[in-house]
Every structure is written in C-alpha cells, then in structure tokens.
C-alpha cells in the first residue's frame, strides 16, 4: 500500500484543490465534463490546472460520460468524468451503466448540495449514491475536505483492480470549500502511478487479482488431453487484460477453432485461419454450429450473456466446459461450467502455455471450416450494402483505424464485417447496449490518440440522441468520420418486428429525419449524402482530407430500410436454431 510521503510538508488548502493534486498523483490528463453550481469551486480552481490536465466540455453530461468510456477503454487507463448534482449527475447513469456492464474504468466525481441543505430537497437536490448503486463496483460521499485524499485514492485502486468498472465519488458542496491539511504521495508512488488503497470500512476489500491455482492448471491440461473436437471462445475479458498476445499464443498452439464474442472482437485477429467469426444471437454458421458439435469448450473472459448463451440449457450441449474468468461472480451464473479457472485472463494464459502441446485436431477443423457460409445482400436500388460500405470504407481509410459503434445494426454489420487486428480498436456499447454511446466514445479515443483516425460507424435513430456532440468535435477540433446508417427506421426493431412481430411497424418509421449534411455544417463540420458505393468512396476520400485539417465530417448513406443483420438467433433459441439464415 502507498504511503504518504513522510518528509513531505503538509499543505493546508481547499477541498477543491485537494481533489484536483489527488488526480494529478492518479496521473489523469483528461478530464471530460459539464460544470453547474455545486461543482464549481472545482472548476474555479481547474484553471490552475491546465498545464497539467485538459478538460473537454461536452454539449451534454451523457457525452461526457460516454467520453471518459471510451478514452478508458482505449488507452487501458482510468478515465474521469465530472458533473454537478441534480439532472447533472442523473445525465450520467446511462454511461455509468454502459461503463459498468463493459467493466470499464472510469471515476465519476460529481458535487452535491451543502450539508445545510442536504435531505431537505433542495434545488438540484439527489441522492446519487443511492441511484448509481446498482451500476458501480463501489461508491462514496465525501462529507469533509480531509477525507477527499483517501477516498479518491481508493476509487482509482478499485476501478483499475481486478475486474475493472466505474466508481461514483459524491462530494458535498463544503468539502471543496473547506480547509484541510493535504500530504502528497510519496514521489516514487507519484511517478510510477501506482495505486493507493487504503482500509476504508466502506467500499470492496479485494483489490487484488486471484492467482491460478495449480491444481486447477494440471486439470486443464488433464481435459485437453482427452478432447477431439475443442473450440476456443475469445471473450471481453481477453481485450480488458490486453491478453491478445497470450491468447494468439494459446489458441495457435492449441491449433483448435476460435470464436469470438462482440466484446472480444480485437482479442484474435479476426482475419486468422482459425477464427470461425462472431459468437451467438448474429453469431456466423460457422461458431454457431461449431459450438454445437464440440467435445470441449475454453472460454477465456467470456461472460456467457444471453445473446451469446441464448438458451443456457442447451448451449454445448455435448461438450464439457472450462470456463477462464478474473470474476468468480460469472463462474455457473449462467452456463454450469466443468471446470474453472478464476485469475487474470493474461496471467494464466501465459501460465497455460508453458505446458501446452501440440495437438492435432485437423480432422475437427476440416469438419468446422467446412460449413462456412458467406452472408448475402438483395440489391435495393439507391442503397448501398452493409457489407459493401463497409469494405469500401477499410479500402479507403485502412485496417488500422479505431472504431466506436452505437447500438443496432450498424453495429453487429461492423463486427461482423470488419476484421479487427487489436484490443481496444473497437469500441462498443455491448452490454448495456446503449444507443448514442458512439459519439462520445469516439470523442475520448480521439483525444487520447489524437494522430490516429477514428471512425462512428452508427445508425439514424441512435446518432439522434446524441448528435449534439458535433458541437464538441467542431470546438475543439477532434476530427472524427461518422458514417451514418440511413434506412429511415429503428433497424433493429424492424427487423424484429419483420421476422417475430408479424410486420406489425409500431413506431420504428422515422418518417421525417434530418437533413445530416446540413445538420454537419450546422455544426461547422463537413459532411455528404451517398446513395451509391462509388458516391461513399469519393466521400471517404473527401473525409480524409478534412480531418487532415482538423474538421470532422459526416457521411449520411442510405441503407433499405429490409436490409437485415444475417443470421439470426432468435432470444432464447438454441444456438443453431436460425430464424434467418
């Protein structure tokens, strides 16, 4: 544990300004929010701050926390969001959700009334402890300036330990007013950034990763030697612990199929000869059916969600199941595992693959690769295909890019059609699912990799909710392309209510929508609409010159609005039972 710096003065000063050294020692350099009253003697004292952190103003403080998300998720490092109370602080329960159910780190400090008024239902008034509790790993309130140094320091320990997610510090009003004695860390904690924690009788006490126990090791190695048909599955726990190349290590020696989930795409370079694509609901003939058949399964980060599972009882339904997971909370929650491993997912791949032989299983992969099947698109004039848009785009701009997604098709198109190379290339709101997270997101992985392009792939309906954040691309120059999606009408939706819902369209037509090139320039970015593939790749080209010069663009392309996400799955079905094929 870090200790304060013994020989270090003790300073007496402000809350606020306690707060802000506190995330300097954290080694923060962004900081994305919204200021409002409660929070503002922060903020008055930010402005001593801006040689050392930058702050991002978002339009709005969903953009903000979606920001801090995808920075975090992007970099590896814990990202920061700030807001006042009230509708403030309420404004960020969607990213603190969507944060928590990707486990991504990122500490949310917002400010609250002033103990005179706190529980009289004040202006701005909430108990936002209470509301986020459900959807943080751990949260606090801070009462007084002298408890802000411990307590920030445990927040940063807890979202970065273990399995990583958002923490909530609340801080009431006077304790960024007030005057307390500050020690800074020791210079050798400062510089390495190591974290602190300290043994607060709130919030976890397990901060450290559980270790592979050897016996659970020499198991494994006892199930793979008596597997024929193994399949590998590539979860988000993989990319969380920048495993990849553990994980390409083992599954090339194990020389076994890999599928791979939405959240583990990044984790096996999906272009291998060994990945059999996506995992589940929209998942490819290939894993589906793959699953299915197999004698063993190895599920490294995977936390078996209802739309890779699908129906529990069923899932594997021939193969025993080991299941690799930092989490001992996901072992049996949904798929009863054989066998287990609980550590970090880096850790004990590297430990598996010190033992791990070659196998031959080519008669298995002969079976599995040969029930590929390419995915067909009907021809809508005036429309350009998903798949089509999409390889246009990679043709034009590259492989290498970093992309964010919304929620709905567009989404599951770009995961199934792009091959990604990396961890953190894709970012995704996967398990809250939230429509607008990709702007936002977009906005932190920008900021953090200023010199890279950074694509929005997203939908008409989901660039809606949170297109305001044009604003904050256009103000602070952060170039970014978004291609826009456009078949007039909730996708997904309609594609449920096409195949389950008897074509009955309630509400998913969007009659009336945006003129988005206009809207681009509204904003002072650039934008086009396309209608064809060689109008896109001409757009494409546009784009690339723009954000060469610091101005984002908009691509508005239309997709039919029957163009559907191929296969499907439908919700609680047995994985091979496709509904659309």
């Known amino acids: 544990m870090e200790k304060a710096d013994t020989n270090a003065t003790e300073i007496i000063q402000s809350g606020a300004k306690t707060l802000l050294d506190c995330l300097v020692e954290q080694g923060v350099d962004t900081i994305f929010g919204y200021p409002g009253g409660t929070i ?10 801006q040689d050392k952190m930058k702050h991002v103003l978002t339009a709005h403080e969903q953009g903000a926390s979606h920001a801090a998300d995808g920075y975090a998720r992007s970099t590896g490092k814990t990202g920061v969001c700030f807001a006042t109370s009230g509708p403030g602080c309420t404004n960020l329960t969607t990213g603190i959700a969507t944060a928590y159910f990707d486990s991504s780190p990122v500490v949310f400090i917002t400010c609250n009334v002033t103990h005179a008024q706190l529980g009289r239902d004040g202006f701005q008034e909430v108990d936002i402890c209470g509301v986020t509790k459900p959807i943080t790993k751990a949260n606090y309130q801070i009462g007084y300036a002298s408890d802000i140094p411990n307590i920030v320091r445990e927040a940063f320990a807890v979202a970065g330990s273990g399995r ?3 923490v909530l ?8 007013m007030e005057l307390a004695p500050y020690t800074p860390l020791a210079k050798e904690a400062h510089t390495t950034h190591v974290r602190y924690a300290n043994h607060l009788k709130r919030g976890p006490r397990n901060l450290t990763t559980p270790q592979a126990n050897p016996r659970d090791i020499r198991i494994f190695h006892e199930m793979i030697g008596k597997a024929k048909k193994p399949m590998v599955i590539c979860g988000g726990g993989v990319v969380l612990a920048k495993a990849h190349q553990a994980f390409f290590e083992f599954a090339t020696k194990l020389d076994a199929p890999v599928a791979i989930t939405t959240r583990g795409a990044g984790g096996f370079p999906g272009k291998h000869e060994l990945a059999t694509g996506m995992i589940g609901m929209h998942g490819s003939h290939t894993s589906n059916l793959a699953i299915d058949k197999c004698d063993l399964v190895i599920a490294v980060g995977c936390r078996f969600s209802d739309r890779v599972g699908l129906d529990f009882n069923t899932f594997a339904r021939h ?5 690799i997971d930092i989490d001992k909370n996901e072992i049996n929650k949904n798929i009863r595992s054989h066998h287990h491993i609980l550590g970090d997912a880096k850790e004990v791949l590297q430990t598996l693959n010190q033992e791990l032989a070659y196998e031959d299983y080519s008669e298995w992969k002969e079976e599995v690769f040969s029930i590929r099947r390419g995915v067909s698109y009907d021809a809508y004039p005036g429309t350009v295909t998903p798949k089509d848009a999409l390889r246009s785009m990679v043709k034009v701009l590259g492989d290498d890019i970093r992309i964010t997604t919304d929620v709905g098709q567009h989404q599951m198109w770009t995961i199934k059609h792009l091959n990604f190379k990396y961890s953190g290339q894709l970012i995704s709101s996967l398990g809250f699912g939230a429509m607008g997270f990709g702007l936002g997101a ?4 920008k900021v953090a990799f200023p010199d890279e392009t950074v694509v929005h792939v997203t939908g008409d309906g989901s660039f809606l909710m949170n297109a305001n954040e044009l604003i904050t691309c256009a103000k602070y120059k952060i170039p970014i392309i978004t291609i826009i999606f456009n078949n007039q009408t909730l996708g997904m939706v309609r594609q449920w209510q096409n195949l389950i819902y008897n074509k009955n369209f309630s509400e998913s037509t969007m009659e009336v929508m945006p003129d988005f090139e206009k809207l681009a320039e509204a904003y002072h970015l650039k934008g086009r609409r396309v209608t064809s593939n060689e109008e896109l790749v001409a757009a494409l080209e546009e784009a690339k010159a723009s954000i060469r010069q610091g101005i984002g663009y908009v691509i508005d392309l239309a997709i039919h609005q029957d163009e559907f996400v191929k296969p499907m799955v439908k919700s609680g079905a047995h994985i091979t039972d496709f509904t659309l094929k």
Do not use: C, F, R, S
């Not at 193969?319 to 299941?323: S, T, V």
């Open 169 to 176: 510090i609340d801080i009431i009003k006077d304790a960024t």
């Open 164 to 166: 990583p997610g958002p």
């Open 442 to 445: 977009a906005i932190g992985v």
């Open 319 to 323: 193969a025993q199941l080991i299941h």
């Open 40 to 49: 503002l003697n922060v903020y008055d004292e930010l402005v001593g701050y």
